[in-house]
């Protein structure tokens, strides 16, 4: 079993910064893929950034650029960088982990065993 504590986010203006993290515990593998998904009201959940613990990065389109994800793999822990923020990324942020998959990191919910509860990301304009 894996567990996901996700800490960090909260308020900042438009143009400001914030960082989230993620810290694993349990059995974890070098081939697992952490991501994060966001959820903002009413719409569905979606991929923003994903790594393996061999640090290979994925991104969306709408935060390349501007959000940066990285991982202590001694410390099993993921963080996420956010720089000029813009109030569409106001959502929940969930870090997940995902145990099976190869290659390139999965972008969708449904491949992803475990989930974290999610903290508030909210930007103000």
């Known amino acids: 079993q894996v567990q996901l504590v996700e800490s960090g986010g909260g308020l900042v203006q438009a143009g400001g910064s914030l960082s989230v993290s993620c810290v694993a515990s349990?059995?974890?593998?070098?081939?697992?893929?952490v991501a994060w998904f966001r959820q903002a009201p009413g719409k569905e959940r979606e991929f923003v950034a994903g790594?393996?613990?061999?640090?290979?990065?994925y991104y969306a389109d709408s935060v390349k650029g501007r959000f940066t994800i990285s991982s202590d793999n001694a410390k099993k822990t993921v963080l996420m960088q956010m720089n000029s923020l813009k109030p569409e990324d106001t959502a929940v942020y969930y870090c997940?982990?995902?145990?099976?998959?190869?290659?390139?990191?999965?972008?969708?919910?449904?491949?992803?065993?475990?989930w974290g509860q999610g903290t508030q990301v909210t930007v103000f304009s």
């Open positions: 997940a982990l995902d145990r099976n998959s190869v290659g390139a990191v999965p972008t969708i919910p449904l491949a992803y065993e475990y």
């Open positions: 349990g059995r974890t593998s070098s081939r697992d893929a």
């Open positions: 790594i393996r613990w061999n640090a290979i990065t």
